[in-house]
């Protein structure tokens, strides 16, 4: 799963600029059409090595908005796409 921004997400654009990675699109850019904001598991981090929890969801005022399943695979942790 890695990170993701559930369906109680409001935009309120609080996450996506404090994001390293720009992982995050808004609902106009959601691939899967739903009207909420998106993260990009490809090149998402999960913040690994920067913050012990993912950024985004640490400014997040919507609570259980976003979840996650911390730790990452290594491969990830270099770049790399997870196969999950
Ligand atoms: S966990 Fe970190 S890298 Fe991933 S979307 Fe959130 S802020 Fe961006
Ligand atoms: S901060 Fe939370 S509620 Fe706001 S746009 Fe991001 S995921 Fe949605």
Do not use: L, R
Not at 1 to 27: F, G, H, L, Q
Not at 30 to 40: L, M
Request: proline share 7%; hydrophobic share 25%; glycine share 4%.
């Amino acid at each position: 799963m890695a990170v993701k921004i559930t369906d109680i997400c409001i935009c309120c654009d609080s996450c996506i600029d404090e994001c390293p990675t720009n992982s995050i699109v808004d609902e106009s850019e959601n691939p899967n059409g739903d009207n909420i904001y998106f993260v990009d598991n490809e090149t998402c981090t999960e913040c690994i090595g920067n913050n012990p929890n993912p950024t985004c969801a640490e400014a997040c005022p919507t609570e259980g908005c976003i979840v996650w399943d911390n730790p990452k695979t290594e491969n990830k942790i270099h770049g790399q796409a997870c196969e999950d």
